[in-house]
């Protein structure tokens, strides 16, 4: 996969978890690091606080990166307000953002506004939530992209394409009216396609 565009553009990376967006998300930036591009690199935060992070994805591959409460810390950032991160917009080439469907619907309009500006915007996150119902602002990220990559995981039941985060909390699939975030609890997910192959007993 490479970038067809020149100038600010906005390329969005889907799929459900495992399906290889961080690790999508990490090559494209680091191609353009060896490069010698200027990269931002912005995550969530857990907590209300932003730190100096790293993107990961479940192979191991890193990225440092900002751990960043919302999409105001990000704008913060890029205005040279952070200690994390000097650099103005029009200093910076590419940004990339990992667990894009964290952001709230201000990620929105600050995406677009630094693609006008020129940069190179790159977003990994799930589109669907572990309903399988549009999870956040993807839905409109998607429509506004001038790239879209839906990618898939295996599904380590029955071997087919998936394309749905299952959730599971104790192991039992969670039920539709859980909520999206649920903190704290003992929970795991896997990859499914749209017909699910549950593995008996
Ligand atoms: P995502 O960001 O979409 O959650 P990652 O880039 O973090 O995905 O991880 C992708 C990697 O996860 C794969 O390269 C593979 O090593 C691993 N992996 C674990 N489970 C699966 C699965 N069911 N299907 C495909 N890859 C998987």
């Not at 790239?147 to 394409?161: R, Y």
């Amino acid at each position: 996969l490479r970038s067809p565009y020149s100038g600010g553009h906005l390329e969005v990376v889907v799929g459900p978890m495992f399906s290889g967006k961080s690790e999508e998300l990490i090559r494209r930036l680091t191609r353009s690091l060896i490069a010698r591009q200027r990269v931002a690199v912005f995550k969530p935060a857990i907590d209300n606080r932003y730190h100096a992070s790293e993107v990961a994805s479940h192979a191991g591959r890193t990225l440092e990166a900002v751990a960043v409460p919302d999409a105001q810390a990000i704008r913060a950032q890029l205005s040279g307000q952070g200690e994390l991160l000097s650099a103005a917009p029009e200093g910076v080439d590419v940004i990339g953002i990992d667990e894009a469907q964290f952001f709230g619907p201000e990620l929105v309009p600050l995406v677009l506004e630094l693609a006008d500006a020129g940069v190179r915007v790159v977003l990994a996150g799930l589109d669907l939530d572990f309903r399988a119902e549009p999870f956040g602002s993807m839905p409109e990220l998607l429509a506004r992209a001038e790239s879209v990559d839906k990618l898939t995981a295996i599904c380590t039941v029955c071997g087919a394409p998936a394309t749905r985060t299952q959730r599971l909390i104790g192991g039992q699939p969670a039920r539709f009216d859980d909520p999206v975030v649920l903190v704290g609890a003992q929970e795991s997910y896997e990859a499914l396609p749209r017909a699910p192959h549950r593995a008996q007993g």
